[in-house]
């Protein structure tokens, strides 16, 4: 159990929440763990094995607090709202936002310059742990070309939403360029030529575009918790069937959290080249083994802890996108200056 800010995250199996007079108790094993006044809450985030009881769930409704319910593997099940919710404000909110350019824009600057900066980290790790990398030169030129970006958007704050595209495109471009020299284990198998998906036509592509699927799956589900609308964003505009905001929410985790997951499961031998097969239109599909392996990796990784950078708080890392969405959510309503993007230090 973890209470950030006023969201309290109970990933505890077994847990079950009760109402006692004006605050909510948090049991296991019919041991009360934790005490929380509903005033002190705006939301409770349960998974897995979590249960409550009808008088909590509706203690909750009543007092506007967010109690929303995910499987243990983070797929959004459902969450319990009252008769009068602040959800219709929160969205219309967000929906004004994405009409407006200029906010667009001040969102989008936020969201690129936290993935300009992971991307950046993800290289200067590399120039760290391999000081005498065949490729230091290549590495040092985007780690520095990086820094150049990041300075362009911090002093120019009237960078139009297209000119923050190319911005993020420039930077996509020259970390993919790089992305090859991450790769240490069995280049005959694993190398990287250029981003490729629907399909993917490599080994490398194949795990990119399933470890970002779960990303965005993930981000989805935690838009949904918080209330917001995962289609309408604002880097990425408006598209059938297409999760807008969700991919815009991926844009500063993709190298924290799904690149480096791949270059680990390559460099460390988790996978092989073998559990890939290619069909004759060339799209390269993982096989079930494989696929295991990724995403038992990608549960363990979602245990680990880290430090969260705004919070200031250890949070496991599976939260990173349940707690980016929530700080998301309440600059919409107004409660944060700006949006925090989440930057790897």
Known sequence: MKKLL????????????????????IRVEKETKLRLPIHTLG??????????????????AEHDILLAFYTEQGKFQARVQGAVSGNVLLRRQQYRWADSETQSATIARAI???????????????????PDHAEKQALEQSHLHFKSLLRTIGRDDSLSLDSLRGIEGEAA?????????????DKQHFFFKGRSKRPPLDNVNALLSFVYTLLAHDI???LEGVGLDPAVGYLHRDRPGRAGLALDLMEELRAYL?????????????????????????AVVMDEA?????????QERKRETITHPFLDEKVEIGLLPHI???????????????YPPFIWR
Request: glycine letters at 10%; one cysteine or more; aromatic letters at 10%.
């Open 258 to 282: 799904a690149d480096r997951l791949v270059l680990s499961l390559i460099n460390r031998k988790q996978v092989k080249g073998s559990g890939f097969n290619q069909s004759e239109s060339g």
């Open 324 to 338: 980016q969405a929530m700080l998301f959510a309440r600059y919409v309503r107004g409660d944060l200056d700006g």
């Open 6 to 25: 006023n969201t309290l995250y109970i990933t505890t199996q077994g847990a079950f929440i009760a109402k006692e007079g004006e605050t909510l108790l």
């Open 43 to 60: 939301a409770v985030v349960c998974f897995g094995q979590v249960s409550a009881s009808p008088a909590a769930m509706a203690f909750c």
């Open 173 to 185: 471009k020259r970390y993919f360029a790089v992305f090859d020299v991450l790769i240490y284990g």
């Open 290 to 298: 494989t696929r295991k392996t990724v995403l038992v990796a990608w």
């Open 112 to 130: 690129i310059s936290g993935k300009i900066a992971n991307s950046r980290t993800v290289i200067g790790r590399a120039l760290r742990d391999h």
């Open 220 to 222: 989805t589900a935690a």
